[in-house]
T-cell receptor, first 111, second 113 residues
Framework: SQQGEEDPQALSIQEGENATMNCSYKTSINNLQWYRQNSGRGLVHLILIRSNEREKHSGRLRVTLDTSKKSSSLLITASRAADTASYFCATDETSYDKVIFGPGTSLSVIP | DGGITQSPKYLFRKEGQNVTLSCEQNLNHDAMYWYRQDPGQGLRLIYYSQIVNDFQKGDIAEGYSVSREKKESFPLTVTSAQKNPTAFYLC????????????FGAGSRLTVL
């Protein structure tokens, strides 16, 4: 079962611009996380937002969560070429002891 | 340094052969996971384990087997019953089920010839 769905599938922006990625999910969750993956590597955890939180910041990252719409967004401000990677949202369903990942957004930041 | 070690990084297999992918962690994490990733795709859960000597099937367990005899180790065997095993395999761990922030290994790329 695929819980999260990211949008857009691919995003290309100029260095210095902001990048926004969205994630939608289907069931009740305990928390939602965002991960980053450089090509051919493992995933790296970026940020976790709990179901009772609405917004969270970490450096240039800003995550929002709307549980009524079952959606989240990840904003990367002042993007850099080094931000080029795939970004995945992951949800921790309340009914199951597992973390489910969406298909990801591929971000390209052009210098 | 604490982390997760996956080996081998690259593995080639002939059809009909079983192969075992190693995953070792020194983070003292209780929970461990195996995911499969196909080109341009997200991660699909194969198996997970919350405690030693116990594990549960994920969404695509058919053709795979695991064991959890030690807290540090969670090997994955890709059996000949797995019809399309060529993929990138990722092992992860988390402190416990609660919060479930995952730490990932670098991955193992399996190619069936």
């Amino acid at each position: 079962s695929q819980q999260g769905e990211e949008d857009p599938q691919a995003l290309s922006i100029q260095e210095g611009e902001n990048a926004t990625m969205n994630c939608s999910y289907k069931t009740s969750i305990n928390n939602l996380q965002w991960y980053r993956q450089n090509s051919g590597r493992g995933l790296v955890h970026l940020i976790l937002i709990r179901s009772n939180e609405r917004e969270k910041h970490s450096g240039r990252l800003r995550v929002t969560l709307d549980t009524s719409k079952k959606s989240s967004s990840l904003l990367i401000t002042a993007s850099r070429a080094a931000d080029t990677a795939s970004y995945f949202c992951a949800t921790d369903e309340t009914s199951y002891d597992k973390v489910i990942f969406g298909p990801g957004t591929s971000l390209s930041v052009i210098p | 340094d604490g982390g997760i070690t996956q080996s081998p990084k690259y593995l080639f297999r002939k059809e009909g052969q079983n192969v075992t992918l190693s995953c070792e962690q020194n983070l003292n994490h209780d929970a461990m996971y195996w995911y499969r990733q196909d080109p341009g795709q997200g991660l699909r859960l194969i198996y997970y384990s919350q405690i030693v000597n116990d594990f549960q099937k994920g969404d695509i367990a058919e053709g795979y087997s695991v064991s959890r005899e030690k807290k540090e180790s969670f090997p994955l065997t890709v059996t000949s019953a797995q019809k399309n095993p060529t993929a990138f395999y990722l092992c992860a761990s988390s402190i416990t089920r609660v919060a479930n922030v995952l730490t990932f290994g670098a991955g193992s790329r399996l190619t069936v010839l």
